[in-house]
């Protein structure tokens, strides 16, 4: 059961890049980075294609497809979004590191090139067990490339960096910016039902359990 045990902070592993501005981190870092951030996408992708709901950033994400009209996708509205969000990093002082311009590229690519292949269950059980998967994915790979130390995601990098710029706490920033995007995507377009919820409720704790599991199997590689 210790390996359930949610984690408190981010944990070193022998995977984890010692300087995360480093602009030649060590191909194992580089495989297991880019390994997460391909789970993170396809977990994503996963709950989309559920349809019953996406996550606050990805119900923007189809908000702005929609709003684009027919020649924009998901995949290619989330490249978009994470681009924007890294425009804000310029007044917040904020520092992208390689993973920053890994995880815009490759979540969005990973769910541009699986969405279209993935159908949507009609039953609301299999929806609801393909939301739990897709949440479990992502937190997977959100073990892995915040364990490889590479830098913070463009939206992470933003909720610090606000943090920093007004003094308030990274749970009412970060909880101020999800209910945000989620009321303007939903304005816009976006699926918005029970999966986002669900997503909600579990994406925390799975994520803090996966960085215990990555933790201690960094940790038994030592060994």
């Known amino acids: 059961m210790e390996f359930l045990r949610p984690a408190k902070n981010v944990p070193t592993t022998w995977w984890s890049a010692d300087d995360p501005w480093t602009l030649k981190p060590s191909v194992s870092t580089l495989i297991l980075l880019i390994i997460g951030l391909i789970i993170f996408g396809a977990g994503d992708a996963v709950l989309i294609a ?20 027919e020649d924009w996708t998901i995949g290619k509205a989330t490249f978009l979004v994470s681009v924007l969000v890294l425009l804000l990093w310029i007044p917040l002082r904020e520092k992208p590191g390689f993973g920053t311009i890994l995880n815009a590229i490759l979540i969005a690519a990973t769910i541009e090139v699986l ?6 269950p009609e039953s609301l059980a299999v ?21 490889a130390n590479l830098g913070p995601g463009p939206r992470d990098g933003t909720m610090t960096g606000l943090t920093k710029v007004t003094g308030i706490s990274i749970g009412k920033v970060r909880g101020g910016i999800e209910l945000s995007v989620l009321l303007i995507g939903w304005a816009m377009g976006g699926t918005f039902w029970i999966g986002t919820i669900i997503f909600a409720v579990l994406i925390g704790p799975c994520v803090a ?11 038994s590689s030592d060994d």
């Open 50 to 69: 559920a349809g019953i709901g996406n996550t606050p950033w990805t119900v923007l994400a189809e908000g702005i497809a929609i709003t684009l009209g």
């Open 115 to 120: 969405l279209p292949i993935l159908p949507t």
């Open 127 to 147: 929806q609801l067990a393909q939301v739990v998967a897709g949440v479990i994915m992502i937190g997977i790979g959100s073990g892995l490339y915040l364990t």
């Open 209 to 219: 359990i996966c960085l215990n599991l990555a933790g201690r199997l960094g940790e």
